[in-house]
């Protein structure tokens, strides 16, 4: 309980969060309320969380059903707002995709980026089709033409924190990205890449299994049915065992 003089700054950081728990409500974007923007589509249940980052090129952006996109999330088609991009999508997701907080998905073409279906991506995530040329030494970076070549991120698959997915890349299925690995080229389905340049560092093989093995066996899922209090319960038991 705040003191008599701390109680005008405690009601006012009450009012603050009151607000703005009432602000994100009100700011999240679904296909029922899609607030400023236009997107070619958003499926049922998408949700963009308040508040946004960047987003521009909606007419040119697909996002599937049940997608979770976080605070401050870019979504862009196109290098500027106000391009016609042509009849086709520019970036295309799939149905159940997550896209942590901070991250950016950018593209410039016609179908440059399509991530599949279920694809996780923790805070901070960069996928884009578009990066610096360097060809001209004496001309700034910054002021060069842009090389372009199209992103593929297959389905199931997990982008960890801060990882990095550059143009010309194609993921295969359920392939694991490490937290701040940089990935570029084909990777195949099943396979976990780390490191900047990223590299397979496991992949399944449908005889042997994982190779290398993993070093810790499978998480046993809850079962259907436990509530919490159970959970709380099983957990105390398996303490007071230790």
């Avoid at 009012?15 to 994100?24: C, E, I, S, T």
């Avoid at 979504?75 to 999508?89: Q, R, T, V």
């Avoid at 010309?168 to 990205?177: D, E, I, K, P, S």
């Avoid at 701040?180 to 340049?197: C, F, I, L, Q, T």
């Amino acid at each position: 309980m705040p003191s008599i003089r701390n109680l005008p700054a405690a009601l006012a950081s009450r009012a603050v969060h009151g607000v703005w728990r009432l602000a994100q409500q009100a700011g999240a974007v679904t296909a029922e309320h899609q607030g400023p923007y236009s997107f070619r589509r958003i499926g049922e249940g998408t949700r963009l969380a308040f508040p946004q980052g960047t987003v521009f090129g909606t007419p040119w952006i697909e996002l599937g059903a049940h997608c979770v996109i976080g605070r401050e999330v870019t979504l862009s088609a196109g290098m500027l707002p106000g391009l016609d991009l042509g009849p086709a999508p520019v970036v295309t997701l799939g149905d159940g995709v997550v896209l942590g907080r901070g991250s950016h998905v950018i593209g410039d073409a016609q179908r440059s980026v399509v991530i599949g279906d279920d694809v996780y991506c923790g805070p901070y995530v960069y996928v884009t089709s578009t990066n610096h040329s360097y060809d001209d030494p004496h001309e700034p970076v910054g002021k060069q033409w842009p090389r372009s070549a199209p992103v593929e991120i297959g389905a199931g698959s997990w982008l960890g924190a801060g990882s990095v997915v550059l143009p010309g890349a194609r993921l295969g299925r359920n392939v694991v990205v490490a937290a701040g690995a940089v990935v570029r080229g084909e990777v195949p389905d099943h396979a976990v890449v780390a490191g900047a340049p990223a590299r397979i560092v496991r992949r399944w093989d449908a005889e042997r299994g994982w190779q290398p093995p993993l070093r810790t066996p499978a998480p046993e899922p809850v079962p259907a049915g436990v509530t919490s209090e159970e959970l709380l319960a099983a957990a105390q038991l398996a303490a007071d065992a230790e």
